[in-house]
């Protein structure tokens, strides 16, 4: 059955250091892959997908297959990047998405 | 344009009662799901509506939960009794028909209805 596991229910970094939120896999297709996030007192909202290949934020994520990893990563952490931040995959044509449990991100000033 | 809307935002119900959410989802999506989040946990899904018909309804638990989408617009679910472990936020959302997507995929969320069964 395909999962998602974030390991981290956690993490508190310092303003300008480097963060990584990890998001491990189980599938053994193709996955389409997303981070979503959710700030305090907002809707849960897409940051990015692995399709695009883009820099949302300042955050990036690659999809390692051999590693069935997608995590997501920024250089310098802001404290308006704290939040919650969820994986989530989808493999079939349904959309049907199966998702982590969440990493709360803490920057600290 | 305008974003998945749900109502209501809060609710307190004692056990045994009944309680239904409503959710209307951007126009033009054809996809509309259900997702219970407990706290500390990811959502999880309950029902997936494709129009108005249901695509995958494995993890509602029928004996107590229900939803509809008529005219395969909004949608409501409902809880009928509610028990003490329904407490969480039910939240909706809405994507295109991934024949539709050119590109964008994501599901748009609405803001959740947060019930508390006491």
């Known amino acids: 059955a395909q999962r998602v596991t974030q390991p981290e229910k956690l993490l508190s970094v310092f303003k300008g250091a480097p963060v990584e939120l990890k998001c491990n896999y189980s599938y053994s297709g193709s996955p389409e892959l997303f981070w979503y996030v959710q700030y305090s007192r907002q809707r849960l909202q897409l940051l990015l997908r692995h399709i695009s290949r883009e820099s949302i934020k300042g955050f990036t994520a690659d999809l390692n297959k051999g590693e069935t990893s997608f995590h997501l990563k920024k250089p310098f952490a802001q404290e308006e990047d704290s939040a919650m931040y969820y994986c989530?995959?989808?493999?079939?044509?349904?959309?049907?998405?199966?998702w982590g449990a969440g990493t709360k991100l803490i920057i600290k000033p | 344009e305008a974003g998945v809307a749900q109502s209501p935002r809060y609710k307190i119900i004692e056990k045994r009662q009944s309680v239904a959410f409503w959710c209307n989802p951007i126009?033009?999506?054809?996809?509309l799901y259900w997702y219970q989040q407990i706290l500390g946990q990811g959502p999880k899904l309950l029902i997936q509506?494709?129009?108005?018909?249901?695509?995958?309804d494995s993890q509602l638990p029928k004996d107590r939960f229900s939803a509809e989408r008529l005219k395969g617009v909004d949608s409501t679910l409902k809880i009928q009794p509610a028990k003490l472990e329904d407490s969480a936020v039910y939240l909706c959302?809405?994507?295109?028909?991934?024949?539709?997507?050119?590109?964008?995929?994501?599901?748009?969320f609405g803001q959740g209805t947060r019930l508390t069964v006491v």
């Open positions: 509506f494709q129009n108005n018909g249901v695509v995958d």
């Open positions: 959302a809405s994507s295109l028909l991934r024949s539709q997507r050119t590109g964008r995929t994501e599901a748009f």
């Open positions: 989530a995959l989808t493999v079939d044509s349904n959309y049907q998405l199966i």
């Open positions: 126009s033009g999506h054809a996809t």
